[in-house]
Each structure stands twice: as C-alpha cells, then as structure tokens.
C-alpha cells in the first residue's frame, strides 16, 4: 500500500535527499504537531531501503505510544516491512531486525546488543538534551565508535530543547542545521491542520512571587501559586463556560495536586474528567487515554505527560494552567489542539499563565534572544508582553492590532502605535490582521535576485497608490519552495509545478485573476497573507 504524500511532506524528504546529495550530514526536519510525521519516517525507511536494501535503519524516540505509532504507520505503508520493536515498555526486544523502532530508555546501554547503524531516525528529538553525557549523547557516541559516518536525522515541532536552546546551535549540537521548517499559518491556510483561537481569561495564575531555577519556575511555587482554590475554582469555571459547546479538552497543570484539585473541580461540576500524570500505573493510563479518545471522557488533565506521542484529533479546547518559560514546551501543549477531526472547527486555548503573551504565535514563536542578537536557550522571560485583549469581545490579538479580527472593534490610532514596539502576537499570528480585503487594480511577475540565494519571483499587487510585494521562491530548497507551489496551486495553477522563475513567468497564464488581497504588518513591511481569485468568494469571506 503506498499512500499520496501532502506536498509539504513530499518536500521534506526532497530536501533531505538533496541535502545528503550536498553532502549534508545530520539534518533536522521541523513539522508541526499533526503534521504527519509517522508517515514522513515510515516513507523514508521505505525509500532508502528500496535504493540501498543493505542499510541498518534506527527509528528511536521516547515513549513507547510513538514506538508503537511509528511502527504501525510502517506496516501501513508497506505490510512486508523488516521491523522489529525494542521496548520495555511495548514488551519487545528485538535486536537485529533490519529496521528496528526504539525507545532509549531500553537501549540506551544496549549498544552492543543492537549491532550497526548506518541511519538513525530520531522522533521528538526535541527532547534530546544538550549533554553529550545522557542518555542520547552515550547511545550515538557508542553507535559512532562502530560506524564513523551514521547519519542522524531529527523531525520534531519544534527547534528548542524543552530545557534549553536550539538543537542546531552550540558547541554540543548533534544537528548540523533545520533543513526543512513547515509553517503553521500555511498548512492551516491549505487545510493540513486545524486553526487554533484564543480568548483572554479573567483569571490569571499570579506568578510574581514564584522563582526562576534553571531556566525555568521553580516547580513547588509554581505549583503554590496556580492551586489557589479560588484560581481553580475561577479557571474551571471559565473552561466549562467556553467548553460548553467543545467535545475534547485538555488542562495543563502545574503539578500533581494541582491536575487532581483541577479534575475534582469538574467532576463537581458535573464534566467527566480523569487525571494522567508520571505516577499513573502505565495500564491506567493506556485505558484512560483509550476512553478519552473513544470521547467517553470530557477532560483530561495532565502533568508532565501528553505533550508528545499523544494523538487525540478531536480535542478542541486547551487550557493552559501551567506558566512556563520553555518556549519548546509552550509548542508542545498548544500543538495538541491542530489535529484535524471531522465536526472540528477550531480548537480554542484558553491561557490562564500567561504563556501566549509570553512566547508570541504558537506559528512564530519568539524566545528571549542573546545579547549579541543568538537564538538564546529557547526561553521567554517572565514579564515578556506580546499580547492585548479586544474590550468588545475578548479576543486575545496582536498588541499593534488596529482592528479587532472578530467583531472589527477599533483601537485608537495612539494606542495601537504606542503599543506597536512590542512586536507581539496572540496564538496565530494572523490575528492582527484587519477583516478587509483590497483590491488589486494592476499585477507584475518579475524575477528577483538577491546576492548569495537562488533568484525568486517577484509578485508587485497594486492597490489603488500602494505596492504589495511577495516573493514566490520556486527554485529554493526546504519550505521555501512548497510554500510557492502551494500558492501556485491555489491559484489554479497546474503541475507539475514550476521549477525554475523563468518557467514560472511563462506560466503565470495558467492563474485564475487574484482581485483581492489581504496584507498583515511586519515590521516596517507587510506580509500577503490572503489572496482572492473571485467578488463571490471576497464577499463571503468578508462576512
């Protein structure tokens, strides 16, 4: 059985291919959650097997309900596969199959078990840690010894470690850099995934006497401040009162005692509720989650757990109870809510720690940079303000948002430019955008080069006096290139797509007319961010 790839996925191994053809070593594949990365791995094994049937493939991670996952989408794909499974906790230990799916807290000392690897494939690698002297950093460098030249791919939501910085930065990084980085707003756009919203909460966890240890707050104060009974109470009801008409919810919290007190404040309330934590007996667990997805069970409230290898696609609400400065771990809990299920609109975050404002849009986050202008540790700093509310309806937008994208409510001219240097956004960052369309009265492809990348296509929008510009970027590598032919696409353009900017110009009458467009500030400059090809479609959209 050979499933049709999405094209994002379909470029994401592309450019892999031709990175390793560059001579590329250790590449890292970011995808967003629900993106379908099971199958993207299951692809991969399967493509380099058919071309070098010799290969050793590892395809490793860490919980066992990915193991399990991965090797399913395996099987699916291709029901003759060579794999085995070693996982304690799946109850397999198979050693020398020539795909073997892993869980390294089984085989991080297993080495000379497990035989040679010519290819690693790391799931979640964002929770592999800086130290070379864990368990990640002893597996590969015992594997190394044997094989000098093993190639180590990372696919992950996100670039930042959990607890520190960038995977493809710092002295003890194990990826050489992001090859391919899939952007949330787009695949949303194309309808890949579900569109998050948010809502600005009465209640807020008051963290003003909670410390920092490590990057991060510390876990008992946190804990203190956020198991107020009056801010459970406050918060519960808020989340049953935006739930009433939502399916699926999910509670981060900040501790054990805090995910029990938050599920008995449901349960009083008449919500069925259960808690999973890191002490729940793996078997209670398993059968909880079970009853949840089967939607036996409203709610779920966590700690520590459900921020990876956990695929619920109807859940259409998160509560975020849990104040953190891991820019990573804020992609985590959020990233839970974009898988797509039928009936599913959007799924709604309620943030009552602060973490939107914080972190930024969950499709472009933005952690606290160096002093010299780095990528810093993937940390946000606690006071960090990106984020305002509309008095009219409560949408949590963009602090330089003129209009409210919901109800259209306007701030004052000097408020939105007073608040504009903070630069920030609410959970999509094209929520700052206003609900209006301009249209284009004149449009001209030309190719654009700048020193040092591959010439792109230039896309000029006249808009009565003003000029919008895009740059199209067919003969790039990576997202860059899909971004394009998704636009091309949605615009009726046939393929195979372009592959060169000259092609492109010669093309450009296969596109339905663009009337309309939609632009969102960046800075100094605007983004498109919404392209019409057609007065009904403008109309309804507007609505």
């Not at 390294?104 to 070379?132: M, Y």
């Not at 284009?440 to 492809?445: A, E, G, I, K, M």
């Not at 971004?483 to 797509?497: E, N, S, T, V, Y």
Request: charged share 25%; net charge neutral; with cysteine.
């Amino acid at each position: 059985m050979t499933l049709q790839l999405r094209p994002y996925q379909r470029g994401s191994l592309d450019t892999l291919y031709s990175f390793w053809s560059d001579g590329g070593g250790n590449p890292l594949i970011v995808l967003p959650t629900g993106a379908g990365k099971s199958l993207v791995i299951a692809t991969l094994v399967r493509e380099l097997l058919a071309q070098w049937p010799s290969l050793r493939i590892g395809v490793i991670t860490h919980v066992k309900e990915l193991i399990g996952q991965n090797a399913q989408e395996m099987l699916g794909i291709w029901p003759q596969a060579p794999i085995g499974i070693y996982s304690a906790g799946l109850g397999r230990r198979d050693r020398h199959s020539r795909v073997l799916f892993m869980g390294i807290q089984s085989v991080h000392n297993k080495t000379a078990e497990l035989g040679v690897f010519d290819v690693i494939i790391v799931d979640e690698a964002h929770l592999i840690p800086r130290s070379a002297s864990t368990m990640y950093g002893r597996f590969f460098s015992a594997l190394r010894e044997v094989t000098s030249d093993m190639r180590i791919v990372g696919l992950t939501a996100t670039p930042y470690r959990l607890d520190s910085g960038r995977l493809d930065r710092g002295k003890d990084r194990l990826f050489d850099e992001i090859i391919y980085d899939a952007n949330v707003r787009d695949l949303i756009e194309e309808g890949y995934l579900s569109k998050l919203i948010s809502k600005a909460t009465a209640t807020r966890i008051d963290i003003s006497g909670v410390h920092i240890r490590a990057g991060e707050f510390k876990a008992d104060e946190l804990q203190a401040a956020a198991n107020r009974p009056s801010v459970v109470v406050e918060a519960c009801r808020e989340i049953i009162e935006y739930g009433k008409d939502r399916r699926g919810w999910l509670a981060f919290c900040t501790g054990v005692e805090h995910a029990i007190d938050v599920r008995d404040c449901f349960r009083e309330n008449g919500i069925s509720c259960e808690t999973v934590t890191g002490d729940t007996p793996s078997k209670e667990r398993d059968q909880i989650i079970a009853a949840y997805k089967a939607q036996r069970i409203r709610c779920l409230t966590s700690v520590g757990v459900l921020t990876t290898g956990f695929n619920a696609p109807h859940v259409d609400l998160i509560a975020l109870l849990r104040p953190t400065l891991s820019t990573g771990l804020y992609v985590q809990m959020v990233g839970r809510g974009f898988r797509l299920a039928a009936g599913k609109e959007n799924c709604l975050v309620l943030d009552f720690a602060g973490n939107v404002t914080r972190h930024g849009p969950i499709d472009a986050p933005k952690p606290k940079k160096e002093p010299g202008g780095g990528d810093g540790d993937g940390k946000a700093k606690p006071d960090d303000v990106r984020a305002k509310v509309c008095p009219e309806c409560q949408e949590q937008v963009a602090l330089a948002t003129r209009y409210c994208p919901v109800c259209g409510f306007e701030w004052p001219r000097e408020e939105a430019a007073h608040a504009a240097h903070a630069e920030d956004v609410a959970i999509m960052s094209d929520e700052q955008k206003a609900p209006k369309w301009l249209e284009v009265t004149d449009l001209r492809f030309s190719p654009y080069d700048k020193p040092g990348a591959p010439t792109s296509l230039l896309v000029e929008y006249q808009c009565g006096p003003a000029t919008y510009r895009e740059w199209w970027a067919f003969q790039h590598r990576g997202f860059a290139r899909d971004k394009a032919c998704m636009i091309w696409r949605r615009l009726d353009g046939r393929a195979p797509f372009p592959r060169t900017v000259a092609e492109a110009i010669e093309r450009t009458g296969e596109l339905s007319p663009i009337t309309h467009i939609r632009v969102s500030k960046n800075g100094k400059n605007f983004d498109v961010v919404g392209r019409l090809i057609g007065l009904t479609e403008r109309k309804e959209a507007a609505e």
